[in-house]
């Protein structure tokens, strides 16, 4: 592995390194769209000179992404969406490798989890590239110099989107966003099958329950819930769809699940899995019927 100047970081252990190429390496044997981008960036260099600020999962397909950004020129520093899904060793492979200020560690408390976020906004960033819009909610707090030198960021979940459509409503957002989103791409494949797998992998790491014989409750039926639904009931459970919307409720239905509202649910489910990007879905009522 090529050494170059290592930059300002926090990750667990340097010497991870050669454990996180190898993984990288396989990641981007599967990703042969991003590859193709990779190329045409390091062929045209559109991102000459652009300094980039990513919240994201810290996977090895993060790590392909990284490398296509600097592929087209850009600086970039990259921090965790997620604690329990970093992977330490890709992070200390993209330190040692490729030169990019890393801050996250897996399990890292909540305080650690914001310093790293204020630790890349220090950078002055003009793109951020979010999953859950914490760089740009906190840029937007901290104001001054790190948010006028926004040029604009992107975000690729509900939760983001509802945070800055709340900015926006109330005109504070103070640069454009790329909704992510709301991409067909987007919705189609990474909510509905991305998800649908990730959400239960999850789910069975954290946990260790067999899925089969178990009645899962998923609520929101939306690309996300459809995805997260066809597997759960592949994988042996029987699932109960929670909608507000009477056509997607319909629509769940006319697929085979049981529909109700999430109180009658909460006295038979077994696992619980919110898809809706909102806060509170599930509250004291619900629990108390477990």
């Given at each position: 592995m090529a050494r170059i100047s290592i930059p300002p970081h926090e990750v667990a252990d340097l010497a991870l390194a050669p454990e996180g190429e190898a993984r990288i390496?396989?990641?981007?044997?599967?990703?042969?769209?991003?590859?193709?981008?990779?190329?045409?960036?390091?062929?045209?260099?559109?991102?000459?000179?652009v300094r980039i600020a990513a919240?994201?999962?810290?996977?090895?397909?993060?790590?392909?992404?990284?490398?296509?950004?600097?592929?087209?020129?850009a600086s970039a520093a990259l921090c965790s969406a997620n604690p329990l899904s970093t992977r330490?060793?890709?992070?200390?492979?993209?330190?040692?490798?490729?030169?990019?200020e890393v801050r996250a560690l897996h399990g890292e408390d909540l305080d650690?989890?914001?310093?790293?976020?204020?630790?890349?906004?220090q950078g002055a960033p003009q793109v951020t590239?979010?999953?859950?819009?914490?760089?740009?909610?906190?840029?937007h707090g901290a104001g001054g110099d790190v948010l006028d030198g926004l040029i604009g960021g992107t975000e690729e979940t509900t939760t983001g989107l509802v945070r800055l459509r709340r900015l926006e409503d109330q005109g504070e957002l103070a640069?454009?966003?790329?909704?992510?989103?709301?991409?067909?791409?987007?919705?189609?494949?990474n909510d509905r099958h991305g998800t649908g797998q990730s959400a239960l992998d999850g789910i069975l790491r954290a946990s260790n329950v067999l899925l089969a014989g178990t009645t899962l409750v998923v609520i929101g039926y939306g690309w996300a819930g459809q995805g997260i639904a066809e597997r759960a009931r592949g994988a042996g459970a029987a699932v109960?769809?929670?909608?507000?919307?009477?056509?997607r409720a319909l629509e769940a239905r006319m697929a085979g699940y049981e529909v109700m509202t999430a109180l009658r649910a909460a006295e038979r489910g077994d696992v619980f899995v919110?898809?809706?990007?909102?806060?509170?879905?599930?509250r004291g009522e619900h629990f108390e019927r477990m």
């Open positions: 390496a396989w990641a981007a044997d599967q990703m042969p769209v991003l590859r193709q981008i990779r190329e045409r960036f390091a062929a045209q260099r559109p991102l000459e000179g919240c994201l999962h810290v996977t090895a397909e993060t790590a392909n992404l990284i490398r296509a950004l600097l592929a087209g020129g330490d060793d890709v992070a200390a492979a993209l330190v040692l490798a490729d030169g990019v650690t989890y914001a310093g790293h976020v204020r630790s890349l906004l590239i979010d999953d859950g819009a914490d760089l740009l909610v906190t840029a640069c454009p966003v790329l909704a992510v989103n709301e991409a067909r791409t987007e919705r189609t494949l109960i769809v929670c909608e507000v919307d009477p056509l919110t898809v809706t990007g909102s806060r509170r879905v599930l």
